[in-house]
């Protein structure tokens, strides 16, 4: 079974700021991998960014980057240059060979003009 | 567009009416995803289906069913419908089973009054 926990339920950034979403989670499996996905009002689910758990290099994708702390199950999302349409929902999410993924209740970001 | 397409947009049924839901997986993918967003719940793994058979299930209803057809578009069939079953029901597809990559569609908002 798997937990994922976004202790965070509101952010807030300014634009051209720089901000950090948290999650933890918790899982049995040792082959398993990460997600950040992103959720604007339009209600469509965007794959922002992955991290495999084998991969000790934090992966980055354009102005977001991931912190992955394995030993404390951490999985924080940074976004740099925040923009406008960076304003959403955020979902963590974790998978492993079961096939689904489990999702934490999501950070509602905020970009502030 | 990610690709994945669903059918329809909105829906509002009355309770205990009975409603089929449809997803049509990004071309070359074989494998299926359901998952259930409610404002309680969150986001919710129904059930998968990879190349016409299923392969997974979640928290899926006993009163919901699915099944994927071979040129693998899939339907869930949610019956007896209660005030508690609206929610947003996406479909997401994945070339291979693992869900490594998934490709979420735009969700169907299913409002039962």
Known sequence: AQTVTQSQPEMS?????????????????????????????????????????????NATENRFSVNFQKAAKSFSLKISDSQLGDAAMYFCACGGSNYKLTFGKGTLLTVNP | DSGVTQTPKHLITATGQRVTLRCSPRSGDL????????????????????????RAKGNILER?????????????????????????????????????????????RLTVV
């Open chain 1, 13 to 57: 950034v300014q634009e051209a700021e720089t901000v950090t979403l948290s999650c933890t989670y918790d899982t049995s499996e040792s082959d398993y991998y990460l997600f950040w996905y992103k959720q604007p009002p339009s209600r469509q689910m965007i794959l922002v960014i992955r991290q495999e758990a084998y991969k000790q290099q």
């Open chain 2, 31 to 54: 494998s299926v995803y359901w998952y259930q967003q409610s404002l309680d719940q969150g986001l919710q793994f129904l059930i998968q289906y990879y190349n016409g058979e299923e």
């Open chain 2, 64 to 108: 919901f069913s699915a099944q994927q057809f071979p040129d693998l578009h899939s339907e869930l069939n949610l019956s007896s419908l209660e005030l508690g079953d609206s929610a947003l029901y996406f479909c997401a597809s994945t070339l291979t089973p693992e869900g490594r990559r998934m490709t979420f569609g735009s969700g169907t």
